[in-house]
Nanobody
Framework: QVQLVESGGGAVQAGGSLRLSCVVS????????MGWFRQVPGNEREFVVA????????LSADSVKGRFTISRDNAKNTVYLQMNNLKPEDTAVYYC??????????????????WGQGTEVTVSS
């Protein structure tokens, strides 16, 4: 059974950086398209960034472009989310997600079959 475990969340001041990690077990990371999503309590979960299984396709939400970067280390079965120049509005629970390759939009949550439990990020002003 595929499982995803996130780590690296925490509290940081505005302008700071954090790197989230997501370890994939029960499956081979290189076969999955990977994404990061986030959710503020009371709001719907929203897309942040994703990269296709072969690295050819990548997509970032407008709100994080130029600040957040997704990367993957297939040898370690780990995906990372590097977050720079954090803003208070980035405060949320961040979720890692995995999907089998297809041609549909990378931002489509319904396409992701596996989800982590989330890690909390708090950015203070």
């Amino acid at each position: 059974q595929v499982q995803l475990v996130e780590s690296g969340g925490g509290a940081v001041q505005a302008g700071g950086s954090l790197r989230l990690s997501c370890v994939v077990s029960g499956g081979t990371l290189s076969r999955f398209t990977m994404g990061w999503f986030r959710q503020v309590p009371g709001n719907e979960r929203e897309f942040v960034v994703a990269v296709s299984w072969n690295g050819i396709r990548a997509l970032s939400a407008d709100s994080v472009k130029g600040r957040f970067t997704i990367s993957r280390d297939n040898a370690k079965n780990t995906v990372y989310l590097q977050m720079n120049n954090l803003k208070p509005e980035d405060t949320a629970v961040y979720y890692c997600a995995a999907r089998w390759p297809d041609s549909s939009g990378l931002e489509l949550q319904r396409q992701y079959a596996y989800w982590g439990q989330g890690t909390e990020v708090t950015v203070s002003s």
